[in-house]
Antibody
């Protein structure tokens, strides 16, 4: 069965960096678009970024553009997001999410999430 | 960015009720819309894809309809396990966006 396991979350000071990882299994990772979606405590869902199946296309939310970089290693079945210049408003649970298609469409499998807290 | 507005934002209903949640897009998204259910402390779960298609394994009491700017999620007969928060999401254009959520509570 599809499994998505995020790691790398924690407490970080404003302005610092953090890299999240997502280990995927149970499906052909290299065939699907992959996303990061976040949810601040007690708030709704916010889409963060997507990377196409081959890594050639990447799109970002305006709120993270220029600060976050999504990437993938299809040989390791792993998705990443490098988060720089972190702000308090980036505090959220970050979900790794599989797309149903090669780039961006419906989101059919979600990890359990990893919590990022940006605080001094 | 395309804005999605869900109504109502919260709803109280009883087991067995028929419930409809609407999602209105600020511009047309064709059929590029999905619906998700989220329970407390859990990740969202895809219910409806491409506006009207039921994901395999999702109970048939859930249905979706609409295209363009107006969409609905209907639960034909509420069950106890359906009390949760529901989100719509569009993927017609970047950035992808979610509605603000509809919290469905027990009356």
């Amino acid at each position: 069965q599809v499994q998505l396991v995020e790691s790398g979350g924690g407490v970080v000071q404003p302005g610092r960096s953090l890299r999240l990882s997502c280990a995927a299994s149970g499906f052909r990772f290299s065939s699907y678009g992959m996303h990061w979606v976040r949810q601040a405590p007690g708030k709704g869902l916010e889409w963060v970024a997507v990377i196409s199946y081959d890594g050639n296309n990447k799109y970002y939310a305006d709120s993270v553009k220029g600060r976050f970089t999504i990437s993938r290693d299809n040989s390791k079945n792993t998705l990443y997001v490098q988060m720089n210049s972190l702000r308090a408003e980036d505090t959220a649970k970050y979900y790794c999410v599989k797309d149903v298609r090669t780039e961006a469409a419906d989101l059919d499998y979600w990890g359990q999430g990893t919590l990022v807290t940006v605080s001094s | 960015a395309i804005q999605l507005t869900q109504s109502p934002s919260s709803l109280s209903a009883s087991v067995g009720d028929r419930v409809t949640i609407t999602c209105r897009a600020s511009q047309g998204v064709s059929s590029g819309l999905a619906w998700y259910q989220q329970k407390p402390g859990k990740p969202p779960n895809l219910l409806i894809y491409d506006a009207s298609n039921l994901k395999s394994g999702v109970p048939s009491r859930f249905s979706g309809s609409g295209s363009g700017t107006d969409f609905t999620l209907t639960i034909s007969s509420l069950q106890p396990e359906d009390f949760a928060t529901y989100y719509c999401q569009q993927f017609n254009s970047f950035p992808l966006t979610f509605g603000q959520g509809t919290r469905l509570e027990i009356k």
